[in-house]
């Protein structure tokens, strides 16, 4: 009978490492990670994509056609960078027309410009893309448009707008105003601002000028002296989310307010657009979810 003891005792002694060797087993198993959820926006229209790969990773009546207000900047400015032998230091004389487009145009957001300055290029887009100057577009409109006269140089350059817009792919988009302050035909998408502004991005002085919080830039005035002119961004993002790379803010009466966004971590790059959010602070907030969301997809 010991030997029977024995025995069970062996085969018990057995049996319990082997629990134990399961019991264990079950607490070191390595954990599912959770997916993301879905974030919930204020915003009426969102879309985010992998600017490496392009994959989508949100969308919100992404196709779906809306004011833009002034995200059409990114436009503005991708048509300028856009032509052949550009000078950036070539100056512009400031006009009078394009200080009183800013009187008559409520919403006009403004870059302070002074007519009969002389501001470059380079600078015009500091202005264009930082306060959002309504005047500085008009002033890139009328130096790269072509034609006899003003309106037909902006007319020009609008066409140009359209046209890049074609080449790009987005098919849900035109424009009638260099600026936003459309004439009830400027519009766009999500999904078509996203393209816009990763294509963009691909040019230096873009990504330099849109990546800027605040600048000072020195222009010569009328009398041939000097004065410096302040801009500050108005994305909120810049300075509050780390990795931002800009792109550009956009509001209105239609528009409500939008925000086309972009930032950098750990070597992923997200890009997307946020368009008729519900104030400033929901665009930046709404801006902030989406990216948060699209690092973890």
Not at 44 to 68: E, I, P, Q
Not at 111 to 131: C, E, F, H, N, S
Not at 181 to 206: E, V, W
Not at 216 to 226: I, N
Request: charged fraction near 20%.
């Amino acid at each position: 009978m010991k030997n029977g003891i024995k025995g069970i005792r062996r085969v018990s002694a057995v049996a319990v490492t082997a629990g134990a060797v399961l019991t264990a087993g079950a607490f070191t198993a390595p954990a599912q990670a959770a997916a993301p959820k879905t974030p919930t926006i204020a915003a009426k229209g969102g879309f985010v994509m992998n600017n490496g790969t392009g994959k989508t990773l949100f969308t919100k009546a992404a196709d779906t056609r809306r004011s833009t207000g002034s995200t059409t900047k990114i436009m503005t400015a991708r048509v300028v960078l856009a032509q052949s032998n550009l000078n950036l230091d070539s100056k512009v004389t400031v006009q009078k027309a394009y200080s009183d487009y800013i009187v008559d145009n409520n919403w006009a957001s403004s870059a302070k410009l002074i007519v009969g300055d002389k501001v470059t290029v380079r600078q015009l887009l500091y202005g264009l893309m930082l306060p959002s100057g309504c005047d500085a577009a008009y002033a890139l409109a009328d130096k790269f448009g072509s034609g006899s006269t003003r309106a037909a140089r902006v007319k020009s350059f609008i066409g140009k707008m359209n046209s890049t817009a074609r080449s790009l792919g987005m098919t849900n988009t035109h424009f009638d105003s260099f600026d936003g302050i459309g004439r009830g035909a400027n519009y766009s998408t999500p999904r078509d601002l996203t393209k816009l502004a990763s294509n963009a991005m691909k040019y230096s002085t873009f990504r330099t000028v849109v990546k800027t919080k605040s600048t000072t830039q020195k222009v010569t005035t009328k009398s041939g002296g000097y004065r410096n002119m302040s801009w500050t961004n108005t994305n909120a993002l810049l300075g509050s989310y780390s990795g931002t790379l800009g792109v550009k803010t956009g509001s209105g009466p239609e528009a409500k307010y939008c925000l086309v966004f972009a930032a950098t971590r750990g070597g992923k790059t997200v890009i997307g657009t946020v368009l008729a959010s519900t104030s400033v602070t929901d665009r930046t907030a709404d801006a902030k979810k989406l990216m948060d969301y699209g690092f973890k997809k």
